[in-house]
Each structure stands twice: as C-alpha cells, then as structure tokens.
C-alpha cells in the first residue's frame, strides 16, 4: 500500500495494557503552569528505566479549571498501580508542590479505584494541613512558603489504559525523518487522551527486547540501524539512511488508534517528496502484547 508516495508497511504496532492517570496543575500563569508540568514529566519516557511514562496532554483556560487559573493536564502510566502510585506521589511532590503558586486536582473522575494524591502529600504540612470537602471532593490545603498549596485528595486510576502503540518512520535522509516525525507529533498532540512521552515526541534509540549482555532487558533495535545493513539481517531497503519512532500511550485503545492514524496522515503529507520512503510499526510477533494496531486498519 502507498499513500502519497510513501509505502505502508502492512504490519501492526504491538501494545500493552497500563495503568494510566490524569492530574490538572494550575498555577498564577501559564508558564508557571507549564513549568511545573515539564517538570513533573522529566525523564519519564520509557517503564523501561524510568518506572512511569508521562507527557502533557494539553493546555487548559482558566474558563476549564476548578481554581478559574491557566492549567495543564499532565497524563502519568505505568505498568502497575502501585508503582503507578509511587511515580504520582513522588513527581507531583517533588515538582508541581515546590513550584510557585502551584495547585493540583484530579483529572480524572468516574472510575472506581482512587490514587492518593493530597491524601498522601498532606503529611508535607506537619500538622498544619486543612481538609475541607466541596461538592463531595475533597481538598487539602497545605502552607508553605508563598501561600497554601492546594491539592485534591485522590484523582481517578485506569487500567484500560495503552502504552507502546507506535509508528516508525524510515527515510533516505536525517532531515526529511525528523521533519516527518515532526508533523506527526503534532498532529498526535491534537488528539485527546494521548501522550508520546520521548523527548520531542521522537525516540531514535528503538529497542528489541533483551541483550547478548547479562542482566541488560533492552538493546538496540539492530535490524532498524542503518549502519548496521551489512551486519546484520537487516529490515531496511538499501537507501534508508535514518529510522525514528513515535511511541503513543493513551487512556484507551481507541485513542491509540485515533492518534496513530493522524501521525501516520501528517508523516505523508509532503514525506515522500522530502525523502520519507516507508511508514512500518514495532511488535513481538503478537506473543507479548495484547493490543494490535494494524496499519492497514488504521488508514482506513
């Protein structure tokens, strides 16, 4: 199959099931906002080494938030609950609590099982934190150093959650993959529910699972480098000289789906006359994760 010159791969990206969350950090501005969100997301790319997978969903008006402040919805996964907690506790304490003027609500409701958000995070004020209950949510006030911070008790958990959908871009040059994975990205950031964690949206470091190294569970994705053509049984035509990846997590399976299809639209509008050869996906053979997103299925 070829789309606007560019051949799709007929393959599927294997996925995962998660647990997946919803916080919305407000603050006096939007930069201030953005900075505690930014940082709350820091090295939180991969399960892999970093234990969560995060990204900023979207940017809020105060028109949309429960203080009337600018606000930014940040979206947190990992492999299991706990760990899930222990990530959500950790980040939002360390980086959204210590940023000025900050406030933390759930940003996700309606689901059965709750995570400790302030109701973990109010230990902080030693004695001196304040609940108070507001249309059945509850809120703890907190004092530090430049006012109160405000956070909500729980935010709501998913374990319909997604991680791992993905699309790879291979092309003749360096430029014409990243311009391409460019476009993707941010046609995936006007997607809801989703978040492609890498920095930029992008990773060029794809992996396989384990490694000829002991103790080492994730290794360079040899039959996906270019320099590696002649060594080994190599997945590329002979004229790619670059590969990148576009990692997707989201809520649901169907937002995976939606947001690999308005990447892989972006990546061929323009891509092939740039240099984009094929569009193709990662998967296990279909043994290690239940969730298949066929591209085939996906452009239609």
Same mark, same amino acid.
């Given at each position: 199959m070829k789309i606007k010159g560019v051949t799709i791969v007929e393959t599927f990206a294997e996925? !995962?099931?998660?647990?997946?969350?919803?916080v919305i950090i407000t603050a006096p501005t939007r930069e201030w906002a953005t900075i505690a969100a930014r940082t709350m997301t820091g090295f939180a790319t991969s399960v892999i080494a970093c234990g969560a997978e995060a990204g900023i969903d979207r940017e809020l008006t105060p028109a949309e938030t429960l203080d009337g402040r600018p606000g930014v919805s940040v979206l947190l996964f990992a492999m299991e609950t706990e760990k899930l907690q222990r990530q959500l506790r950790n980040r939002v304490g360390q980086c959204v609590l210590t940023s000025p003027g900050s406030a933390c609500f759930a940003g996700l409701e309606g689901t059965k099982? /709750? *995570? /400790? *958000?302030?109701?973990?995070?109010? !230990? !902080?004020? #030693?004695?001196?934190?304040?609940? /108070?209950?507001?249309?059945g949510r509850r809120f703890w006030r907190i004092p530090v150093m430049d006012g109160e911070f405000v956070?909500?008790?729980?935010? @709501?958990v998913t374990k319909e959650a997604v991680g791992g959908g993905n699309l790879l871009v291979l092309g003749r040059y360096h430029a014409a993959v990243l311009a391409a994975c460019e476009r993707a990205v941010k046609a995936i950031g006007q997607v809801p529910d989703v978040i492609t964690p890498f920095p930029g949206g992008i990773v060029r470091s794809g992996s396989k699972v384990g490694s000829k190294y002991k103790g080492q569970i994730a290794s360079t994705n040899d039959a996906y480098c270019p320099t590696l053509k002649a060594a080994v049984n190599t997945a590329l035509p002979l004229n790619v000289e670059a $590969?990148?990846?576009? $990692?997707? #997590?989201? *809520?649901?399976?169907? &937002? $995976?789906? +939606?947001?690999?299809? &308005?990447? *892989? !639209? +972006?990546? $061929? #509008?323009? @891509?092939?006359k740039e240099g984009v050869t094929h569009v193709t996906a990662g998967n296990y053979g279909g043994n290690l994760g239940p969730h298949h997103f066929h591209l085939k299925e996906i452009v239609k």
């Open positions: 996925a !995962f099931p998660m647990a997946g969350t919803r099982r /709750k *995570l /400790k *958000l302030g109701a973990s995070l109010r !230990f !902080f004020g #030693d004695g001196w934190q304040v609940s /108070k209950l507001i249309a956070c909500e008790a729980t935010t @709501g $590969v990148m990846e576009i $990692v997707i #997590d989201g *809520l649901s399976a169907a &937002a $995976v789906a +939606a947001a690999m299809r &308005a990447g *892989l !639209f +972006a990546i $061929v #509008d323009g @891509g092939a």
